[in-house]
């Protein structure tokens, strides 16, 4: 075995080693408490451990998180600022049968968000443009060729996803041509005049919705259960049915699994397992994924797919796969998504070693 080289080499007496990494210092363990929680919910030590190490104890809290549960898990959609708001303008629109603009991120969170908004709305029957940019040609965020495109097509109202919070040019300018305006983001608040009608983001001030860690599928998903109860052909819709495709951005955008996630995951994987849309069925079979999905499978299998769309081609197939009812275009679109994850494996391992020889 090779020996770590020491910064003290030929630097006198001293055998000191300086190492970049941070020291890591463990968690204090309360064994008795360890023990206890492996006796009440019959975990092996060692979890019982870590748990009690991260500070949990045997109780209501522990018992939501070993078991998560929609009842105990989900805050209330209510307490996140401008959720109100965006189901009174989405409501106003599906009354005067206005189009609606769904702008998205080309990443498994803002593709999966978006699926999951396009297929409620078109489910009560209003009509919508989904705009994806292109990484190539537009690169990252909401930019004014989607804007423009969005009121070329007559749309009312642009709903940007998984992206928005600084794009305030391109929402002036949205405004500009006649837009209204939704901004559903999740990521870090950098200034505070956003000019959009609505912005839902659980890190702006005065938000006391307690997910504060959402990815923008599960703020969707939230959306949609306001949605439901703001627009009366929508009052049968079951949002738990979406719950497959919230937990795809979740996990796949690696926000921490507490909380809301943790329920959304949860539940979202029961339902993934079995699931009943033809392109997440088509996705698992060609991902030789079976029922027994796990959160290392979404990650792993099927996140690295749908992320091969918007980094080789465009995101926007995997919208299609996502909603279609028709069996042999999720099978199609599936296979292409899984030869086009192949190019990427061969383009990274391509560049890794070009970067190696340049070492």
């Known amino acids: 075995m090779n020996s770590i080289p020491s910064n003290s080499q030929n630097q006198g007496s001293s055998s000191t080693l300086r190492i970049a990494h941070k020291i890591i210092e463990l968690r204090p363990q309360n064994e008795a408490e360890a023990e206890a929680i492996s006796k009440e919910y019959g975990l092996s030590l060692i979890a019982s451990r870590i748990l009690s190490a991260r500070g949990f104890k045997v109780g209501e809290e522990l018992k939501n998180f070993l078991n998560p549960s929609l ?14 708001d965006a189901c009174v303008l989405i409501r106003d629109c599906w009354k005067a049968k206005d189009k609606v603009a769904l702008a998205c991120d080309f990443d498994v969170d803002g593709l999966s968000g978006c699926a999951q908004l396009s297929h409620f709305l078109k489910t009560i029957g209003m009509e919508c443009l989904v705009l994806v940019p292109d990484r190539f040609a537009d690169g990252y965020g909401l930019n004014k060729g989607i804007v423009k495109e969005a009121a070329a097509r007559k749309c009312r109202l642009l709903i940007s996803i998984d992206y928005g919070t600084s794009n305030k040019e391109e929402l002036e300018f949205a405004h500009e041509l006649g837009l209204k305006t939704i901004v559903i983001d999740h990521h870090h608040i950098t200034r505070g005049d956003l000019p959009a009608d609505v912005f839902i983001n659980p890190h702006q001030e005065g938000c006391g919705f307690a997910g504060k860690v959402l990815s923008a599928a599960g703020l969707i998903w939230f959306l949609l259960i306001g949605l439901k109860k703001a627009i009366s052909r ?6 738990k049915e979406y719950l497959d495709l919230a937990c795809l951005g979740t996990i796949c955008d690696m926000v921490p699994l507490v909380g809301a996630n943790r329920v959304i995951v949860s539940k979202g994987l029961e339902l993934l397992r079995n699931t009943q849309r033809v392109g997440l069925k088509a996705l698992k079979e060609v991902s030789g994924i079976n029922n027994q999905v796990s959160c290392y499978d979404v990650g792993f299998a099927l996140g690295p797919r749908i992320n091969a769309a918007g980094r080789i081609v465009h995101g926007s197939m995997v919208i299609e796969l996502l909603t279609t009812n028709d069996t042999q275009v999720a099978k199609k679109i599936a296979g292409d998504l899984n030869k086009l994850n192949v190019e990427r494996q061969e383009v990274e391992t391509s560049m890794k070693n070009k970067a190696v020889k340049l070492i």
């Open 71 to 84: 009842k105990e898990g989900i805050p209330d959609p209510a307490e996140l600022k401008g959720l109100l």
């Open 234 to 239: 929508a009052s049968n819709l079951d949002v």
